[in-house]
């Protein structure tokens, strides 16, 4: 591993990606678009497969992880671990061109609403095939003291731009944790437990097993990249801190599942018969669509739904509380470790100060 001055770690090709930042200054990368995805150019080499396939689970030479994946021309995956915002503004730029990216976030265990963004966003992790960067904003320095030291301009624009589709397992809840603490609303965001279930349950007679409850990281990969995937100690980390090499490991492969899982499952959606259309983005709040499914859907998907006719009252829906709405973003039973109460939004700001908010706590899952 190398480092640069200004807080980048590049893992392993320290030279030519150093050259390859530098080009992200003057030209930006071609847009790929989301079906270049079906076909993925990075794949783990059928022996490299077999190997694991046969090892003992007792060692770490059984699980899968993104180390496995070779490209057309047998590199590597490349890892930008970042440690300044400048630094990532820059390795952001590299991700401009792609249309899905896979996406988590860690923080400190069971930190408190109070300790700020640091222990509350500690980390953000993005992945596409050829590279993964690790956004570490617990390190960053804190010029000004204000919300800007921790969001880079185009890391925000990734997020909550609709046209690039970010893809994890509770997604929601962690861009819930974004939006308290960084201000960032997140959109464009898939969750693969529903396309995992459309996938696995579009055939079955039984539609309620397609639902949004949520399926663990770890059993997708395993059913459909066929390796265990690895959970151990090293998820309870405490991530405010500078990172070892297992950590990074784990992080990195955590963000890479989510950009590998989606090429999978999406051809698999893509060879049913009928063809279901992709779940609607998280954020849209709409049903999960059946095989048998209205073929617009898929068009209905891209855009919110209209608002409600105000025209009469006598059969509306009443609107739910600001504290309904914050238990409404989130699926699965742990979506509520990562809701802050509507009474603390305001202190968003204020928690980069130091500023004394109210004792709640968030815990990592």
Not at 117 to 131: F, K, P
Not at 201 to 209: E, F, G, I, L, V
Request: with cysteine; aromatic share 6%.
């Amino acid at each position: 591993m190398a480092a640069l001055d200004d807080g980048l770690v590049l893992y392993p090709n320290i030279t030519k990606e150093v050259h390859a930042l530098e080009d992200t200054r003057e030209q930006a990368r071609p847009t790929r678009q989301e079906s270049s995805m079906e076909v993925p150019r990075f794949r783990i080499p059928e022996d490299v497969k077999r190997k694991a396939m046969m090892a003992s689970r007792s060692s770490g030479a059984a699980f899968w992880q993104y180390t496995l994946y070779r490209g057309p021309n047998d590199e590597r995956v490349k890892l930008h671990y970042c440690r300044s915002r400048d630094t990532t503004e820059r390795v952001a730029r590299l991700f401009l061109g792609e249309k899905v990216l896979g996406f988590d976030i860690e923080w400190k265990p069971q930190a408190m609403v109070s300790e700020g963004i640091r222990r509350n966003v500690s980390l953000i992790q993005v992945a596409a095939e050829e590279r993964i960067a690790l956004f570490h904003v617990a390190l960053y320095s804190n010029r000004d003291n204000t919300l800007d030291d921790y969001v880079a301009p185009t890391l925000k624009h990734i997020l909550e731009s609709p046209e690039i589709t970010k893809v994890g397992v509770a997604i929601k809840a962690d861009c819930t944790r974004l939006r308290n603490f960084l201000g960032i609303d997140s959109r464009g965001l898939l969750e693969l437990s529903h396309l995992h279930k459309l996938v696995k349950h579009a055939n079955t007679p039984d539609s309620s097993k397609i639902n949004k409850r949520l399926v663990a990281l770890a059993h997708q990969v395993e059913e459909h990249l066929q390796l265990p995937m690895h959970k151990g100690e090293v998820r309870a980390s405490d991530w405010s801190r500078e990172l070892g090499r297992q950590q990074l490991d784990y992080a990195a492969s955590d963000s890479y599942a989510g950009v590998q899982l989606f090429a999978v499952l999406e051809a698999k959606r893509r060879a049913l018969s009928p063809t279901p259309p992709r779940p609607a983005h998280a954020e849209l709040n709409l049903p999960l669509p059946l095989a048998h499914s209205d073929p617009s859907h898929a068009e209905r998907t891209e855009r919110p739904p209209s608002p409600p006719n105000t025209s009469s009252t006598s059969s509306q829906t009443p609107k739910p509380s600001s504290a309904s709405l914050s238990a409404c973003d989130h699926e699965g039973e742990d979506s509520i470790l990562a809701t802050v109460p509507p009474d603390l939004v305001s202190y968003t700001a204020r928690l980069s100060l130091g500023t004394d908010a109210p004792q709640d706590t968030a815990s990592n899952t």
